[in-house]
C-alpha cells in the first residue's frame, strides 16, 4: 500500500524526515511558509550520532568539500585565556562513535538534503505555503494554509519548529520558556591563524564560540550572554551595548572578535519541557516542534536528524497504519529526547558558572582522566549508547507513552 505524507515546514527537521521517507518509497510533500527554502543563522555542530543519520540518509557527498571535521573542542577561561578542558576528535574519538564530529553552514547542509531529496523523485517541495490549522479523520490527515487552500494526505508530520502553530493547536498552546541568555551570531571570513577546532570561551553569564565552516574560509562566531536589563525579548533587554559591556572583561582576543562581529539580529534563547503525546493519530511532531532545547549540547538540529531517521522507519514497519507508527516513533523518540533536552540546561549552567563553582568545575574537568572524557559522551554520540537511567527527568511521563 502506498503511504502519501505532508510535512509542515521546510527546516533540516522537516526536509531530513521528507528524505527518510522518500528513502523508504514514501511519497512526501513538504510545505515551507516562507518565499524560499533556506536557514537563517551560520553554523551548525553535528555529533557523530547525526553524522550517522546524514550517512545512512545518503547525503555525505553533498557535504563533502563543505563540512569541517575539527581536531578537537576546547574550553577556556573568557578571562585568563587558560585553557580547561580540550577533547581531541582524533582517530579515537572517530572509532569510538563510528563517525566523526563535524561543523558545517547551515545553508548548505539543508541545501544538500533538498539535493538529496530532489533525487528520489519522491519529494515534492512546496514554498511560501504558511499552514494556519490541521485536521484529521480515520483516512486522512490535512493542511489548512493561509492562501485558502487545503492540501490532504494519509498523514501528516509537523516540523513548524520552536513556535509550531501545529503544536499550539494540538497538544500546548503555551509560549516557549525564554531563557535571560541573548545570543548574537557574526559569521565572517576566517581570519589567518585560527585553529581548526571548536572554541568556547566561557566565563560568568558569559559565552564566546568560534569554529570554522564553509570548507573552512569562513568562522562562524557566537557570542551570549545573560541579559541583567529588563525582561527577556523587551527593547532595553540584551542590547548590542549590552553586550559590549558584558564582554569588557574578556580577554583581548575575544573582545576584538566581538566587536568585529556583525550584529543585526539577536536571538533570546527559548527551550520547552519534556511533554508527552506528540504523536496524535495521523499527525505527530517532529524536531524543534516537538522538543526545541538550548543549544549547549549543540544537539536540537541533531536530534531532529535523528527523528528523522525513526519517523521513516516507523512508516516502513507499519505500512498503512501511520497512526500506529507515529505511536511507535514517539515511543523510541521521547526518552532520549527529552533528557538531552533537559542535559542541555545543565550544561548550559556548567559553562556559565562564576566564582566557587567555577574553580571546581575546572579542577574537575582538569583531573578527567582520557577515558572519562569520552564516558560522559558515550551515551550520547555512541550508536549502542544506553539512555543512564539517571539521565532521565523525574517529570517525564513514560507512562503517557503507553496509553
Ligand atoms: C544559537 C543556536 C545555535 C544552535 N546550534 C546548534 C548546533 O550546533 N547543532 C545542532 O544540532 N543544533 C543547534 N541549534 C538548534 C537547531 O538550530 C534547531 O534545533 C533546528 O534548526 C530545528 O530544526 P527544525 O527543522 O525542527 O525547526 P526549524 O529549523 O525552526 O524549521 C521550521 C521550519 O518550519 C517553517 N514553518 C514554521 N511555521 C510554519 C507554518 N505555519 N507553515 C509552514 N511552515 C512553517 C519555518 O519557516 C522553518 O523553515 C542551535 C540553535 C540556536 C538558537
Keep these: 500500500m502506498s503511504t502519501e505524507i505532508l510535512i509542515a515546514g521546510g527546516g533540516i527537521g522537516g526536509v531530513a524526515t521528507a528524505l527518510a521517507c522518500a528513502r523508504r518509497g514514501i511519497t512526501v510533500t513538504v510545505l515551507e511558509r516562507a518565499a524560499e527554502f533556506g536557514e537563517v543563522g551560520a553554523g551548525l555542530q553535528i555529533g557523530p550520532n547525526a553524522w550517522r543519520v546524514l550517512r545512512e540518509l545518503g547525503v555525505l557527498d553533498g557535504l563533502a568539500g563543505r563540512a569541517v571535521l575539527p581536531s578537537r573542542w576546547a574550553l577556556t577561561d573568557i578571562t585568563t585565556g587558560e585553557e580547561i578542558f580540550s577533547l581531541p576528535f582524533g582517530e579515537a574519538f572517530e572509532e569510538r562513535y ?26 515534492t517541495l512546496v514554498p511560501g505555503k504558511e499552514i494556519t490549522e490541521v485536521g484529521q479523520d480515520g483516512e486522512s490527515a490535512t493542511a489548512h494554509c493561509a ?92 542590547t548590542p551595548q549590552e553586550l559590549t559591556e558584558k564582554f569588557a572583561g574578556a580577554m583581548a582576543y575575544v573582545r576584538q572578535a566581538v566587536a568585529e562581529m556583525d550584529i543585526g539580529k539577536r536571538w533570546p534563547l527559548c527551550d ?24 549547549y ?44 533536552q533537559e542535559l542541555t540546561r545543565f550544561v548550559g549552567d556548567f559553562c556559565h558558572f562564576g566564582g566557587a563553582a567555577a574553580l571546581l568545575r575546572d579542577h574537575f574537568l582538569a583531573r578527567l582522566s582520557a577515558e572519562d572524557r569520552y564516558a560522559y559522551t558515550d551515551w550520547l554520540y555512541r550508536a549502542d549508547g544506553t539512555l543512564p537511567s539517571r539521565a532521565l527527568p523525574a517529570h517525564v511521563d513514560l507512562y503517557a507513552l503507553r496509553s
Design 98 to 123: 563510528g563517525a566523526p564530529y563535524a561543523v558545517m553552514h547551515r545553508g548548505e547542509l539543508l541545501t544538500a538534503l533538498i539535493t538529496a531529496c530532489r533525487g528520489t523523485g519522491l519529494v
Design 147 to 238: 492562501d485558502g487552500t487545503s492540501l490532504t494526505a494519509d498523514a501528516l508530520v509537523a516540523a513548524d519548529g520552536l513556535r509550531s502553530v501545529i503544536r499550539a493547536q494540538l497538544l500546548d498552546a503555551e509560549p516557549p520558556l525564554l531563557s535571560s541568555y541573548v545570543v548574537y551570531r557574526g559569521p565572517g571570513p576566517r581570519p589567518e591563524g585560527i585553529e581548526d577546532a571548536v572554541m568556547l570561551y566561557v566565563g560568568d553569564g558569559i559565552h564566546y564560540m568560534q569554529y570554522p565552516i564553509s570548507g573552512g574560509t569562513m568562522l562562524n562566531r557566537v557570542a551570549s550572554f545573560k541579559s541583567t536589563r529588563g525582561e527577556p525579548g523587551t527593547d532595553e533587554w540584551g
Design 272 to 295: 520547552r519541557k519534556p511533554l508527552a503525546g506528540w504523536a496524535q493519530g495521523r499527525i505527530t511532531l517532529l524536531g524543534d516542534a516537538a522538543h526545541p532545547m538550548n543549544q
Design 297 to 340: 549540547l549543540a544537539q536540537g538540529a541533531c536530534q531532529a536528524l535523528e527523528d528523522a531517521l525513526a519517523l521513516g522507519a516507523a512508516l516502513a514497519e507499519t505500512p498503512g497504519d501511520p497512526a500506529a507508527a507515529f505511536k511507535s516513533y514517539e515511543a523510541a523518540r521521547f526518552p532520549r529526547s527529552s533528557a538531552v
